[in-house]
């Protein structure tokens, strides 16, 4: 029955957001480098350990003025983690609300992604490169159903114990030895690299760091600063791959981390490395360091930091904008950050959300827990005037969260095709799932 997926569409037509002239079509045509780092979160960014930076070439990187880059960024993934995240940058949809929707839907939803978008659109080859088994998160089957042509998984990778750690091949290595496969990728190509490194607990052979960590109470803390430095070495390298193929000069580089590394009960250790004066650590405190990097770099871009609040459901719309596709045939949650009409309003999977001016924890009236933002402030007496404006926000949070869960879990995307798109056929990709 079409009634849901009527639902579904008047949303997306009521939240449109219309392009920013300065912006759209900026990308056309380029190759879209993803750089996904793993774990990897905002207050790294100019942070120094020890008088030394942790992380200096991505902070030359964000200040860049050929980086359009983002202080108000959120992770906004729920159990499903790294793929949640995926599944927002590809499709502008969220996660579901327990488990992954990659693991419990990937293998026979229909998806209008990223990959199939701009494959139909300028012709764009796709590839996802990643040093871990292809069937982690459901990834070997999600991403046939995305469109993806190649997916380059540690069956491709040097597999030896020395070059591995944790979840899959060093980032160094893996950057260094995806370069034979991208090389002979179809430009312009749309691709995704996704690095494990940076991953609790944040292990790292000796030999390949020499950074000094600090030295608090807890060692995940104290280690997150190790392998988020090798992280960067490793990402300088890439860019440096780049520089000298000449494939800088046509690419778009967008640098995003995918969640959290350290957790809500690590947070009281890294607070003694960030604010060491402060007395008390909150629920507020814990939502602002959901913040993580969106980085989007192109030589000739106008950059800037810019301040808008929004998040991952974003990334999509903002970056088709940049590549001059129009998105307004395309069911999307999320809306460009470039676009003067971006509504602010950033949604976490457990229904809490920020806003420009406040964190609110919790749900609706009674029960919510309203921050001030500028003072970090539980606001105890609200005004009829505030109360009615966050519920308003609280409402149309919700309602995307619900709306998109029915989209997910009742694979409405199957009785909707765009104009102008054909459905993904998944059985045109071969890459190996028998291998893992
Ligand atoms: C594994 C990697 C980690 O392949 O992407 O996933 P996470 O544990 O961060 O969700
Ligand atoms: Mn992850």
């Known amino acids: 029955d079409g009634t849901d997926i009527n639902e579904v569409l008047n949303y997306n037509s009521s939240h449109q957001a219309a392009p920013n002239a300065a912006y759209f079509g900026k990308a056309q045509g380029k190759n879209v480098i993803i750089i996904h780092l793993e774990s990897f979160q905002q207050f790294l960014l100019d942070f120094k350990v020890n008088g030394q930076e942790v992380t200096p070439f991505l902070n030359q990187l964000y200040h860049d003025q050929n980086s359009l880059s983002f202080s108000n960024f959120f992770h906004q993934v729920g159990q499903g983690k790294t793929s949640d995240a995926e599944n927002m940058l590809e499709n502008s949809v969220f996660g579901l609300p327990q488990g992954s929707a990659f693991t419990s839907l990937g293998t026979d939803n229909t998806f209008q992604a990223a990959p199939a978008i701009l494959q139909q659109t300028d012709g764009y080859s796709s590839a996802v490169f990643h040093g871990n088994v292809g069937s982690f998160w459901n990834r070997n089957h999600t991403y046939k159903n995305l469109g993806y042509d190649y997916f380059f998984d540690s069956s491709y990778f040097n597999s030896s114990a020395d070059a591995n750690i944790g979840y899959g091949l060093k980032d160094k290595l ?22 494990v490194t940076n991953h609790f607990p944040f292990d790292l052979a000796k030999a390949d760091t020499d950074f000094e960590v600090p030295d608090t109470a807890n ?9 988020a430095h090798y992280l960067d070495q490793a990402v300088e390298e890439f860019f440096d791959y780049l520089d000298r193929s000449g494939l800088a000069k046509n690419s778009l580089v967008m640098l995003y981390g995918d969640h959290y590394g350290l957790s809500n ?9 960030l604010d060491p004066d402060k007395e008390e650590w909150t629920a507020f405190d814990n939502a602002q360091l959901q913040r993580v990097p969106l980085i989007i770099h192109m030589p000739g871009l106008k950059g800037g ?4 609040y929004g998040g991952e459901i974003d990334v999509l719309p903002t970056l088709l904008h940049l590549l001059g596709v129009k998105t307004t045939n395309y069911i999307q949650f999320g809306q460009d950050l470039l676009s003067k009409d971006h509504q602010q309003i950033v949604a976490f999977r457990n229904n809490n959300f920020i806003t420009k001016q406040y964190t609110v924890l919790g749900g ?13 402030q539980l606001l105890t007496e609200l005004t009829d005037t505030q109360t009615k404006a966050i519920d308003q926000d609280q409402d149309k949070v919700d309602q995307a969260l619900s709306l998109s869960d029915s989209l997910n879990y009742k694979n409405l995307l199957r009785f909707y095709t765009p104009t102008g798109f054909r459905p993904v056929d998944p059985t045109k990709f071969d890459y190996l799932d028998e291998i893992n």
């Open 305 to 308: 930091i810019k301040d808008t």
């Open 219 to 227: 060692s995940s803390v104290n280690n997150y600063f190790q392998t």
């Open 364 to 376: 609706k009236g009674a029960k919510s827990s309203v921050y001030d933002n500028a003072t970090g």
């Open 174 to 195: 893996f950057f260094a030895e995806s370069v034979k496969y991208l090389e002979r990728l179809q430009q312009p190509f749309y691709t995704k690299f996704i690095t």
């Open 265 to 273: 009960t690590d947070n009281k250790a890294l607070a003694t490395l």
